[in-house]
């Protein structure tokens, strides 16, 4: 069932379009990131859910209830915003209780809905420190259970984590991904960082220029993007100008030739189109091995061995290719080295070139 289902909601400053008819149905109990650059309109279409900016023209409808123009403090969502901090003269168990004494709930209650909040994010013997004297993530830990202690309906986290240190980051994603899941509360969350994004979301909806580029799963998106700048935007990727023929045949920027076999419905022949192909997919063929379909010959020219995972650069004539393996699979891989650099045909795709403006 969907819960929040967005028409052609577009949001424009004087004449501007922050965001621009943007059709989206967000699926119960599921947690959503908005993904995308720096002013592609994340935020601003946030908060045109949460009630805090009006849009321009469109609808959104809750639970089968068109809320478009419905104050923010009617919606009864639960928000953490970067700008939305904790109360510092409260303690910890004050925080968390706010929401419910503004709803006027009765002490007792109140009471145990703090105790219960403070076991879920595993801070029960903290309720009465002030929360100054907090660390980083265990301040965002409470600004979620601020936000939840009401049961709201729609969770809206807008960027909650970026003033934590990276591991400290990492830990916390893990951390609300499991108890979104837990709750089973619907959850949209706005980040620039895409492993975030593919850490925690059913679906991602990546955004440019106020507008949706894709929409889907997050390996869906990764394996399958639409065009070069959402394969750009997630995750690392091997992506060449080339010409093709519209039957799979295609000439890379060195004039070497190799075939895929993805269907052309994103390309055609006449179109400007780039091949997209993760480091992790070219296969990389050292001693002794033949010529062949899709194999390039080339020359290693980096090479970052961190154990856990091995990335090289192959210099191919005309172009360079990113490889991701292991020392464990691709054994005595060293500077200089002849190599062959295979390009399967199936993990090639074609996608349209970024336009552009
Ligand atoms: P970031 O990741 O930097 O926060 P974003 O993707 O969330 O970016 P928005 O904050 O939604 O982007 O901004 C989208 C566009 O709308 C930007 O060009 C921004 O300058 C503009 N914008 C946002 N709020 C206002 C406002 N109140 N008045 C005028 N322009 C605005």
Redesign the pocket.
Known sequence: MTHLTLQAVTKR??T?Y??DHVDLSVPDGKLVCFL??????????L?MIAGLETPSSGSINFAGRDITHLPANQRDFGMVFQSLALFPHMTVAQNVAYPLRLRKTDKAAQGRRVTELLELIQLPHMANRQVTQLSGGQRQRVAIARAIASSPKLLLLD?PLSALDAKLREAMQVEIRLLQQRLGITTIM?T?DQREAMTMADEIVV?EK?RIAQVGKPLDIYRDPVSEFVADFIGLGNILPVTHDGRGGVSLPGGQQIVVTQSERKADATSDVRLLIRPEDVCVKTAFAEAGPNRLSGTVTFIRDVGASLEATIDCSGFSLTVATTSRETPGLALGMPVLAELPAHACKLVAARQIH
Not at 37 to 45: E, Q
Request: charged share 15%; with cysteine; glycine share 20%.
């Open positions: 400053f004087n501007a922050a965001v995308g650059p720096s002013g592609c309109g994340k935020t601003t279409l908060r960027e706005v620039h955004m106020g």
